[in-house]
């Protein structure tokens, strides 16, 4: 053999595989005549530092249109950005605030409020926002098949009296002592368009933002509306969210300045993160959900309340808060966060962590045999610590994973064969809209089968006050409480806060109760 | 060759209809429905059951699975529950984007083999050969879901020179060079262990051709050996390098999921991955099927061509 005499020899041959490799792997990168990366960075680092610019913003899971009601996976962010409810409730108090209703009367009797709207509110497609609009979302909302939260208290609104287009008065059917996380919770929806709301086509609200397009799991794009009722806001020209599923990947993409703003990393990323500098971690504080392990009373060997009551002195809470939730929350024996009329020191400290006096609950009852522990993705952790601890007092436990659709079917179904880790919301608003908005707590049909008529009565009483806060209120949200303590159908963990992760040039970030983000006046530096 | 297609197609065709019955009765197996994940945690029973029955599931299996089939057969694909959208709009933009990364990784790994095998053949040396063995036992043994991250964390945080993942924002078409920087990690981390298995398949079918006698015969005629590479012995072993390309055209549809998910790559991998979970039963079912019809279609592809390269094949389907 001859290569070289062939004028096609070894060097030459390697010459050119070495520039064709140059040309395939490194020369498009190179010598492009744009920087994808550059471009990707864009938006943030060449925007305005006040007005102007493209916030882009990373989530796990992506829109699911039929559920635009429920408050979950990426609903949040499109209620936020495109939607407006009749008040707002600040982060930290249950004292609502003027929206697009500028005041409010509630009757005596609290049968019926009156609301006086805002004049200068146009919906995105031009059409002014009236009281006939208050009446079609408050209507849609109470529909079974939006499946949302409130709807039992949007129900008891049986009349609609519109006096003017900027007055209306809302027969109730009871006094609803949580009409105002109602007034905070429904978005005001456009009638106009909302066949449209279920297929996901288009999304027509009041808000900062006006909805663009979706990409269906890959990405939800919104823009300014310039006739936003507020002067000169929002500051962004442009919101931009990704659909990144991995956790990793979204902690690539924030890292590599992809995106500005990441929700959900996992807590130990967060926790790396805000350590690193560069990065803000927001905790949700005012919108927190709560981890607990619920419990089948059903069950022959969880029927007895000692056992759940063992539980409930077994469980390390400090420990999950500390270890998997990366101190993002704090331990709870009650189902109320801190800021809650209903949260109450001395109760929650009933079932803090005695394992004597767990292992002697045990003693004077049926020791149990080895019991499921159900969890989703997401809660295995929680539930490898519920485990250990259980097994410290003599309980046996088998861990059950299965996967998110399987355990919702559970859930509502009444299926889960003894114990299960999850979280739950709302306990953040009136404590009563808890016992009738949240399936784990609803006094007459719940996942753990707890039947109970003081419990049921306690729920009613508090939810049929007149007022949501104040003395009466608090006694009844107490008599809940020791309701919830006694039977322990629930065993509450503690609070968890979702978490936004943004990079420094992010300011002004703000959310509502429900974790949605408000972007009003956020910009970029 | 017509002859012999024809007499394939009717067994590909029934693996086809089996697939759908059992992909239909399989999906209904799997505990957890759309209802429940439409109507959400909190929902009554009341509610569910009115959503199943918006849904269409509150009727018999066998009338499910016949209104289904004539939909599919009719290609009226329908929406998809829980995504939203059209099923055809959704398969079609994930199957693109799957196809031309898939695609971009598949040529990048043919490039590199028949470059690499044909160099270790009309060049062997033992340094040659050691890095040739060294870098596909790595191209092998790494799985995807570690040279994906490793990708990313080298050329788009440690050195930021290309994007972390995404597709390119305005398409494939209209900015190239945006777009080939947008597929160039995901397309290598595809393509690595495709291209280490048909470099390996290839340099030794060339081996074993430049050691058979006719090869003697021609360079005793004073044919350069480059040409007996190139024209004679490349081309007789390229019928099994086709077999393995099948194989691994499978192999790396599959991997595909696993690179969309590092690269966030919007591909039919993310969709079957967000419809199963999710029970999207008619999104699930299309894609579901659509795979076995490619699994299919490559299989018949791959059977045709070494039909075509080897007669013996064709001689014999037509008997």
């Known amino acids: 053999m001859n290569s070289t005499s062939s004028g096609f020899g070894r060097r030459n041959f390697l010459r050119t595989s070495g520039i064709a490799a140059a040309a395939i792997f490194g020369g498009a990168a190179l010598a492009a005549c744009t920087s994808a990366v550059s471009e990707q960075k864009a938006g943030g680092d060449d925007a305005t530092p006040v007005r102007g610019g493209t916030l882009k913003v990373g989530i796990r899971e992506d829109l699911v249109p039929a559920n635009l009601l429920t408050n979950t996976a990426a609903t949040p962010i499109v209620i936020g950005l495109v939607y407006e409810s009749l008040i707002r409730y600040p982060n930290d108090t249950l004292d609502p605030k003027p929206l697009l209703a500028k005041s409010w009367q509630l009757a005596a009797d609290g049968r019926s409020l009156s609301l006086d709207l805002r004049d200068d509110v146009k919906f995105h497609s031009g059409r002014p926002f009236t009281a006939k609009d208050v009446e079609f979302s408050l209507r849609t909302y109470a529909d079974a098949k939006w499946s949302a939260q409130l709807r039992s208290s949007a129900a008891a609104v049986t009349g609609f009296d519109i006096v003017s287009p900027t007055r209306i008065v809302l027969r109730l059917a009871h006094p609803l002592s949580n009409i105002y996380d109602l007034l905070d919770t429904v978005p005001i929806l456009d009638s106009e368009t909302a066949d449209k709301l279920g297929t996901g086509d288009t999304y027509i609200g009041t808000g900062p933002f006006k909805y663009v397009q979706r990409v269906p799991n890959s990405q939800l794009i919104f823009e300014k509306n310039p006739d936003y009722w507020i002067p000169e806001r929002p500051y962004l020209d442009r919101v931009e969210v990704s659909i990144i599923p991995d956790p990793n990947a979204l902690l690539n993409a924030l890292k590599s300045g992809q995106i500005a703003a990441a929700r959900e990393l996992s807590y130990r990323d967060a926790e790396n993160l805000g350590k690193s500098g560069g990065y803000t971690v927001h905790d949700l504080e005012g919108a927190e959900l709560q981890a607990y392990v619920g419990v089948n009373v059903t069950e022959p060997a969880l029927a007895d309340v000692r056992v759940r009551q063992a539980i409930a002195y077994s469980l390390d809470r400090e420990r999950i808060i500390n270890e998997v939730f990366r101190g993002a929350g704090y331990p709870l024996n009650v189902p109320w966060p801190k800021n809650s009329p209903a949260f109450d020191e001395s109760r929650n400290t009933k079932y803090s962590r005695d394992l004597p006096k767990a292992k002697q609950l045990l003693d004077q009852s049926a020791r149990p045999p080895k019991l499921p522990l159900t969890f989703a993705p997401g809660y295995g952790e929680v539930a490898q610590i519920v485990q250990a601890n259980l097994a410290d007092v003599g309980i046996e436990v088998e861990l059950d994973p299965v996967d998110a659709a399987t355990f919702v079917k559970q859930l509502t179904g009444q299926q889960f064969r003894g114990l299960w880790v999850t979280d739950h919301s709302w306990a953040q608003f009136v404590p009563s809209t808890l016992t009738v908005s949240a399936y784990p707590f609803n006094a007459r049909r719940n996942a753990s089968r707890y039947d109970s008529p003081a419990y049921t009565a306690a729920a009613d009483t508090a939810w049929q006050l007149a007022q949501g806060t104040g003395p009466e209120a608090v006694r009844a949200y107490q008599a809940v409480t020791d309701q919830l303590l006694e039977g322990l159908f629930l065993i509450e963990i503690g609070v968890r806060f979702q978490q936004y992760s943004t990079v420094n040039k992010v300011h002004g970030f703000a959310w509502t109760k429900r974790r949605e983000p408000v972007l009003t006046d956020t910009f970029l530096s | ?319």
């Not at chain 2, 966030?264 to 659509?290: A, F």
């Open chain 2, 1 to 319: 060759m017509t002859r012999y297609l024809l007499h394939r197609l009717p067994s590909a065709l029934l693996v086809l209809f089996g697939a759908s019955v059992l992909i239909f009765l399989l999906l209904r197996l799997v505990p957890g429905d759309p209802a429940t994940i439409l109507a959400g945690n909190d929902a009554t029973p009341q509610t569910i059951e009115v959503i199943r029955h918006q849904l269409g599931l509150d009727r018999a299996v066998p009338v499910q699975y016949l209104h289904w089939l004539g939909d599919v057969l009719t290609l009226d694909l329908g929406r998809s529950y829980i995504i939203g959208g059209e099923i055809t709009d959704l398969v079609g933009r994930g199957l693109t984007n799957t196809l031309v990364l898939t695609v971009t990784a598949l040529l990048l790994a043919v490039l590199v083999s028949l470059v690499v095998s044909v160099a270790s053949v009309l060049w062997p040396s033992r340094w040659l050969d050691t890095v040739v063995a060294a870098a596909n036992t790595i191209a092998v043994a790494l799985p995807t879901f570690v040279v994906g991250p490793l990708l990313v964390l080298v050329f788009a945080i440690a050195i930021p020179v290309l994007p972390a993942g995404g597709v390119p924002p305005d398409g494939f078409i209209a900015r190239p060079d945006i777009a080939v920087q947008y597929l160039l990690l995901p397309a290598i981390c595809l393509a690595l262990p495709v291209s280490a298995a048909l470099t390996r398949f290839l340099t030794e079918a060339l081996r074993t051709e430049l050691a058979k006698q006719y090869v003697l015969t021609a360079r005793s005629l004073g044919i350069g050996y480059r040409e007996i590479v190139t024209r004679g012995a490349l081309r007789n072993a390229l019928p099994t390098m086709l077999t393995v390309l099948g194989i691994q055209t499978g192999q790396l549809l599959g991997g595909a999921v696993l690179v969309e998910a590092a690269f966030v790559w919007p591909g039919i991998g993310q969709l079957i991955e967000q419809g199963i979970s999710r029970r999207d039963y008619p999104l699930v079912q299309v894609l579901l099927l659509l795979s076995v019809a490619v699994f299919v279609v490559i299989q018949l592809i791959t059977d045709v061509a070494h039909a075509w390269l080897d007669p013996r094949i064709r001689i014999g389907g037509r008997s």
